[in-house]
DNA sequence: GACAGCAGCTTGTCTAGATGACTAGCTGTC
DNA sequence: GACAGCTAGTCATCTAGACAAGCTGCTGTC
């Protein structure tokens, strides 16, 4: 005898004005907390949710639905229904651009991979020269044209981070930075040998959903946020050199700061 | 004759492979981000894009659910679908906590709210010992029993924030800290009246869809993300003195840190 | 003028189907 | 053994309709 798949699920309560589909996708999301159904275990299929609740299919997809939106589950066409696997997360030290790091000379991103047993890759770079946002301008100090520097980061195959590096037109020029690889250290490291010594970094966050647009970038599951993050290079005159604009899936990150307390 | 409610949307494209619902909510998508609807504006309602499209209803109330799980929209049952209005964001300096802000004597969540012209509010208040969960535990170096203070943040009446703070009980027995109202400069300004001088904070930061729980705790509208941040504070010492774990409306926040470069 | 009640709008929930498309495993042929 | 084709099971999309429930403005009564 097969094991019943919605063993772990127990009866609707139609005395209840919580509506079915909700009573619904309560008992599968404490199925799940409860860990009755583990990390990458296949939900009972529609049809079995059909049966064993006694309601129509739309009803059974809005449940489904709903703990999509959670980011609960996720579905798969032709194959079930399935408790989205979490990921293992990548921490970013707040420390992690120190000038003692640059020094090595791969780039930060590889060298935490690496460290963590991770296959690290960079592409869809794109280098080029662009009029900036009113946005990046004012963050910028208001250059007229800035050089973009994008870039897709996987880890183990999988599309993690988007980011587009903005620097001034006048820094990049004739300098590695305009080149697709710009060296050892990346363009903080040429930056400073170029005389513009780093000062501080500013860094903005904020979470959002995704637009269509990065949930293909990033390939991100349904329920899954992304983190926007923009930082802002300055140098110890006080100049602002470049502003780095990430996106981040945010179930692959959790960001580490330290602050002092004076 | 009335404006068509529906006059920014054109027509599907039945020989693309894209599904209706998809193209329906691109459209709608599209017209919101080009400004033809505003925010706080009414979409067309239900019967309208029905006939506008000349598709059946369940069709378009998926395309608006879309729309809803990416933030764009909030759905008001017997009103309508309105554009998501953006809330003005609390920005997050990263030296809030700093010593010199604590003199002042009010909160730092009151202080800044006050700058920024809104009305602040702290409710739930919750006082009382309880056993540490594994991960407070670790964090705090072990305590058996801590003190938790669970406090909820509005801002004109909106429920931004929710907070627990977490003191080993052998640091809160007996002072101000185990009282409802702290005083002036907050449990901090009292650690360090207790010798417990701080050397600095630790700040974890995700980003994820919040539990029902959260949802209806800091009443989200659908396609808000909430960011979990999990701050320790440190004495001089070294010992964690505090673990705050704060989960925030991502849509009320954005957080602000600044990195030395060195 | 105040107000109760109704009409007509809105979204919310649910049913009962139909068809399509993807996946995986099996089977039979070559 | 390789592989094409079949089949059963799965989710994806869409239709047409029913009733419930919340909101707003109008209307008629008092």
Known sequence: MPAQATAPLGALDPTSDRAVFRQIADQLREAIDKGRFKEGDKLPSETELVEHYGVSRMTVRNSLSLLQGEGLVVSEHGKGVFVRPRPPVR???SDR????????GKSAFTVEAEAAGSRPEVDSLEVKEERPSQDIATRLGG?????ARRRRYL??????EF???YIPLD???GTPIAEPNPGPGGIYARLEELGHRLDHFDEEIRARMPSPQEVKTLRLASGVPVIHLVRT?????GRAV??????????AYVLNYQLPAN
């Open 163 to 165: 980011a587009t590096s």
């Open 91 to 93: 921490r970013l030290a």
């Open 242 to 251: 470049e502003v780095c604009d990430t996106v981040m899936a945010a179930d």
């Open 171 to 173: 820094l990049a020029t």
């Open 143 to 147: 250059p007229r044209r800035v050089l």
């Open 233 to 237: 290079a300055h140098d110890t005159e």
């Open 97 to 104: 651009f120190a000038r003692r790091h640059r020094e090595q």
């Open 155 to 160: 880890l183990d195959g999988r599309p993690v």
